[in-house]
């Protein structure tokens, strides 16, 4: 069966600071990848999307970056954190059918 | 641009029946999909429903869909404390979801 994991769980960070979350799946081949930030328990916005290794669309311009080095893993990046990208980070995978969702990351930035 | 509405609370009885709506602008969805969030956690995928069907049941979980008016709803049988969550319905899009604003739905004895 699919299994996807999400590290860290919760991140406290300082403003400036670099971000770096790992998303990988197992269970499956060739998925397509997805980071969700999720603000005051609401809404979901879709930051970047991966049909394959390499393969990176940007939603939203910020200061975000994403990338996909192997098949079934999604990293998630800053260079300098802010205090409005604190937020749930959520990583998702479909792979010809709905999209599963993993636990997610609580990032909070001081 | 696609957008997907619902209200955004909803408090029911335990015992009680409870029907979550959700509206959506895209005709062309192939799918349009129930995730129930609890507090601090990830999406948890419900149920879902092929456009070219009116319901679908599963256990306690019924999904209507009313394509000429782009209206999906879902319904919860005997509504229990553990049901107490926010439910997001969305659609798919040129493969990616379009979610809406999620409604929380409190469930109180």
């Known amino acids: 069966s699919q299994t996807i994991h999400q590290w860290p769980a919760t991140l406290v960070q300082p403003v400036g600071s670099p971000l770096s979350l790992e998303c990988t799946v197992e269970g499956t081949s060739n998925p397509n990848l997805y980071w969700y930030r999720q603000a005051a328990g609401r809404g979901l916005q879709l930051l970047f999307y991966s049909v394959g290794i390499g393969q990176i669309s940007s939603e939203v311009p910020q200061n975000l970056s994403a990338s996909r080095p192997q098949d079934r893993q999604f990293i998630l990046s800053s260079k300098k954190l802010l205090l409005s990208d604190s937020g749930f980070y959520l990583c998702a995978w479909k792979a010809g059918g709905p999209q599963y969702f993993g636990p997610g990351t609580r990032l909070t930035v001081t | 641009g696609e957008d997907v509405e619902q209200s955004l609370f909803l408090s029911v009885r335990e015992g009680d029946s409870s029907v979550i709506n959700c509206t959506y602008t895209?005709?062309?969805?192939?799918?349009l999909y129930w995730y129930k969030q609890e507090p601090g956690a990830g999406l948890q995928l419900l149920t879902y429903?092929?456009?070219?069907?009116d319901m679908k049941q599963d256990q306690r979980l019924t999904v209507l869909l009313n394509k000429k008016d782009k209206h999906l709803s879902l319904r919860i049988a005997d509504t229990q404390t553990g049901d107490s969550a926010i439910y997001f319905c969305?659609?798919?899009?040129?493969?990616?979801?379009?979610f809406g604003t999620g409604t929380r739905l409190q469930v109180f004895p």
């Open positions: 895209d005709s062309s969805s192939t799918y």
């Open positions: 429903i092929f456009s070219n069907m």
């Open positions: 969305a659609e798919m899009y040129t493969d990616k979801l379009i």
